[in-house]
């Protein structure tokens, strides 16, 4: 099995567990196998809006195995950053909900709404209902020299109506009003898996994500490998065309990949599907299961690319096939 090498899985939640309210089909299952094997299992989020206690009984109630300790957010690898740059104590303003203000007081902070309390910090998280007068105060704070620090840079996050504003596009407002960029916390960049693997002391961990440029560019600058499932965001397309830094080790449909031997992949070919270019065009030949061709086709395009990146349009005649 996949699951066989490694120790800790370091699980996106949003696009790999569940969807909005509803969990992934065969998410739960996969899990709870998983942890029956011995496997550490980490839902490590860039949503700091909830806490991980009520992140942890949301999967429950999805039927996945958690507790608050098995849950890493955003919120608290933005917290550790303000830690690490502050006097202890330090007044920290949150522009953000429940998560975010749980993480900085845990941190030895104390969380305030206004830049009147001279704050050594601003942290941004995403929450419902983030009013204007919020980001005023942060934009005050930040104009008075506090550290401004963001959980994470999503422009947008995955939900059942479609894609919706992330903490990304709400941080351009301090941003912008400023002139001054914050420090992130969440994948892409390093604090976050930091912080994951130091609560769980992985050795050998294993991200999962659906995001390229979030999940697996972040195992990228962690230098840990990847799984790619493609139940979220990620489409085909953006996998065989995706720049070094978003290439996964592994691509699969979805959790249940973790629990089956992954197949070789060697010289564009997997399974019974062979991918070669003709005439700068990627075709696919044989047969077999969809996400078999998508593997071979992605080592022949990944190949070929080398440091850069194939067009699509050299790789259409892939899409029809395993699109």
């Given at each position: 099995m996949l699951i066989d090498g490694y120790d800790t899985?370091?699980?996106?939640?949003d696009g790999v567990v569940y969807l909005g309210g509803y969990a992934v089909p065969g998410a739960p299952a996969a899990l709870e196998e998983a942890r029956r094997k011995g496997v550490r299992l980490a839902y490590v989020t860039n949503n700091a809006s909830r806490t991980p206690a009520?992140?942890?009984?949301?999967?429950?109630?999805?039927?996945?195995?958690?507790?608050?300790?098995?849950?890493v957010t955003s919120a608290q690898a933005a917290a550790r950053l303000v830690a690490e740059r502050v006097p202890p104590?330090?007044?920290?303003?949150?522009?953000?909900?429940?998560?975010?203000?749980?993480?900085?007081?845990?941190?030895?902070?104390?969380?305030?709404?206004?830049?009147?309390?001279?704050?050594?910090?601003?942290?941004?998280?995403?929450?419902?209902?983030?009013?204007y007068e919020l980001l005023a105060e942060g934009?005050?704070?930040?104009?008075?020299?506090?550290?401004?620090?963001?959980?994470?840079?999503?422009?947008?996050?995955?939900?059942?109506?479609?894609?919706?504003?992330g903490n990304g596009s709400m941080v351009r407002v301090i941003a912008s009003a400023t002139g001054v960029e914050p420090v992130y916390a969440g994948k892409p960049d390093p604090p976050l898996h930091r912080e994951s693997m130091l609560r769980t002391g992985a050795r050998r961990p294993l991200v999962v994500g659906d995001r390229l440029d979030t999940d697996i560019e972040g195992a990228s600058n962690a230098g840990v490998e990847s799984l790619l499932v493609l139940t979220g965001v990620a489409t085909p397309v953006e996998v065989l065309t995706a720049a070094p830094r978003?290439?996964?080790?592994?691509?699969?449909?979805?959790?249940?990949?973790?629990?089956?031997?992954?197949?070789?992949?060697?010289d564009g070919s997997c399974g019974g599907w062979r991918a070669r270019w003709r005439e700068g065009v990627l075709c696919l030949d044989g047969d077999g299961s969809r996400i078999d061709g998508?593997?071979?086709?992605?080592?022949?395009?990944?190949?070929?690319a080398g440091d850069g990146q194939i067009e699509e349009g050299a790789i259409k005649p892939v899409l029809d096939r395993v699109g």
């Amino acid at each position: 099995m996949l699951i066989d090498g490694y120790d800790t899985l370091l699980l996106d939640l949003d696009g790999v567990v569940y969807l909005g309210g509803y969990a992934v089909p065969g998410a739960p299952a996969a899990l709870e196998e998983a942890r029956r094997k011995g496997v550490r299992l980490a839902y490590v989020t860039n949503n700091a809006s909830r806490t991980p206690a009520a992140i942890a009984a949301h999967l429950r109630e999805l039927g996945a195995p958690a507790t608050a300790s098995d849950v890493v957010t955003s919120a608290q690898a933005a917290a550790r950053l303000v830690a690490e740059r502050v006097p202890p104590g330090s007044n920290v303003l949150v522009v953000g909900g429940s998560g975010l203000r749980l993480a900085v007081r845990d941190r030895g902070l104390r969380p305030v709404s206004a830049a009147a309390e001279s704050p050594a910090a601003v942290v941004q998280g995403i929450a419902p209902g983030l009013s204007y007068e919020l980001l005023a105060e942060g934009t005050l704070a930040v104009r008075q020299g506090a550290l401004f620090v963001a959980s994470n840079g999503d422009s947008t996050m995955p939900t059942r109506r479609g894609e919706l504003p992330g903490n990304g596009s709400m941080v351009r407002v301090i941003a912008s009003a400023t002139g001054v960029e914050p420090v992130y916390a969440g994948k892409p960049d390093p604090p976050l898996h930091r912080e994951s693997m130091l609560r769980t002391g992985a050795r050998r961990p294993l991200v999962v994500g659906d995001r390229l440029d979030t999940d697996i560019e972040g195992a990228s600058n962690a230098g840990v490998e990847s799984l790619l499932v493609l139940t979220g965001v990620a489409t085909p397309v953006e996998v065989l065309t995706a720049a070094p830094r978003h290439r996964p080790t592994y691509v699969g449909e979805d959790l249940g990949t973790l629990l089956r031997p992954y197949p070789e992949v060697r010289d564009g070919s997997c399974g019974g599907w062979r991918a070669r270019w003709r005439e700068g065009v990627l075709c696919l030949d044989g047969d077999g299961s969809r996400i078999d061709g998508l593997r071979a086709a992605c080592d022949a395009s990944w190949s070929a690319a080398g440091d850069g990146q194939i067009e699509e349009g050299a790789i259409k005649p892939v899409l029809d096939r395993v699109g």
